[in-house]
Structure formats: C-alpha cells, structure tokens
C-alpha cells in the first residue's frame, strides 16, 4: 500500500488549469500537515503550496500565488491542488509529501521540514507539462 499517490497531470496549454489529486491511504490526514513540491529537469526541488493539518492555514510560493488553490478533504482523506492561468514555467514533476502536525509550527516551517528531509512520505510525483 502506497501512503501517498498523486493524480491529475498532464500537458496542458499556457492559460490552462489542471488539478492534481494526493490521496493518502494507510493513514489519516488528520493529523498531518501536507505540501505540494515541484522539480523541473535540472533545477532543485521547491515547494509550491502548504496546507496545514486542522485550521486549514495555507502557504503559496510567491510564483503560485493568485493561480493556485490547495484544499484538503478530510473525510476522503485527499489533498488537492487547483492550478489555473498555467504558464510553462510551471512544467516540472509535482509531489505531495506529508509531516506530522506539531504545535506552534507554521505552514512555512512545515514545508522548510519536508523540504529538508523531514516528511514522514513523499508521493511518486505526477508530470505537469505545460506547452502550446
């Protein structure tokens, strides 16, 4: 059993939308903060958008700010990650990872952990590929 699948890429034109999926199985998102990161070919891992575990705080990488939209369904234990106005910038593999909640942290801390090794599970990353 795969703790964290990732769904919904694929190539879209500039101007597009698409909505990635992160449904996580084996445990309940509950109590986890969850984040969505992006690669592109040759450049480092960055994170994209943050939500956290029960008041729904959110972050959004500057670049993603105002075109990108992270909810969480608790109750189907899925995590999504609307994506509108995309641009091809935006083309990279795109992964959902989770942490566990700890009290006090923000969602941008939260994403430094995950980013910095401390995700208790990473997805296998969906491909976004945005081109005319």
């Known amino acids: 059993q795969v703790p964290l699948v990732e769904s919904g890429g694929g190539l879209v034109q500039p101007g597009g939308s698409l909505r990635l999926s992160c449904a996580a199985s084996g445990f309940t998102l509950d109590y986890y903060a969850i984040g969505w990161f992006r690669q592109a070919p040759g450049k480092e891992r960055e994170g994209v958008s943050c939500?956290?575990?029960?008041?729904?705080?959110?972050f959004y990488a500057d670049s993603v700010k105002g075109r990108f939209t992270i909810s969480r369904d608790n109750a189907n234990n899925t995590v999504y990650l609307q994506m509108n106005s995309l641009k091809p910038e935006d083309t990279a593999v795109y992964y959902c990872?989770?942490?566990?909640?700890?009290?006090?942290?923000?969602?941008?801390?939260?994403?430094?952990?995950?980013?910095?090794?401390?995700?208790?599970?990473w997805g296998q990353g969906t491909q976004v590929t945005v081109s005319s």
């Open positions: 939500i956290s575990s029960r008041d729904g705080t959110t």
């Open positions: 990872a989770t942490t566990k909640k700890v009290r006090g942290l923000t969602t941008v801390q939260y994403m430094r952990i995950m980013l910095k090794g401390g995700a208790a599970y």
